[in-house]
């Protein structure tokens, strides 16, 4: 069965799926899958080659991602819900997908103090439009998800342990 970890930038994807890896669950992340594609950041790709070639290389891969056999994790990227294919393979995997919520402020508080990634729609919008794109987004993640786990106050250890249970 192929699980799918959605969510905003911040909510956690990447470190519970890690925690997942570490109890023996196969993970992959779509955005180290792509950037390892594309031979570059997916920051640099954005502002090379821009949105939609960016998109159209990761509607391929979720694709091809959710046709695989046996048991996985994926870790999407926060802006797959974008596109409307994206939308619709989701959905065809809706009792698997698990959306990790967060309050925008709690997510604001991760992303600001990341000194690991950078990420350009947190760093080129202000605080109130990045709240509008939270807010549509949200929309669209709790329409693909039959669980949702808020992890403002859980670790990620926690979480997994939730999602190992589905």
Do not use: W
């Amino acid at each position: 069965m192929v699980k799918v970890l959605l969510g905003f930038m911040g909510a956690g994807k990447t470190t519970v799926a890690s925690c997942l890896e570490r109890d023996g669950e196969t993970f992959l992340d779509m955005d180290l899958l792509i950037e390892k594609k594309i031979g570059m950041s997916i920051t640099d790709y954005f502002a090379k080659e821009g949105e939609a070639a960016f998109r159209k290389i990761e509607s391929e891969l979720l694709e091809e991602l959710l046709s695989l056999e046996g048991d996985v994790i994926i870790s999407t990227g926060g802006g797959v819900v974008i596109s409307e294919k994206n939308r619709q393979l989701l959905y065809q995997n809706r009792k698997n997908n698990v959306l990790l919520a967060a309050s925008f402020e709690v997510l604001y508080d991760r992303i600001e103090h990341d000194t690991v990634f950078q990420r350009p729609l947190f760093l080129n919008n202000s605080k109130e439009d990045f709240h509008g794109i939270y807010e549509r987004r949200m929309m669209l993640y709790e329409g693909l998800s039959d669980l949702i786990i808020n992890t403002d106050h859980r670790s990620p250890e926690e979480v997994a342990r939730i999602i190992k249970c589905m």
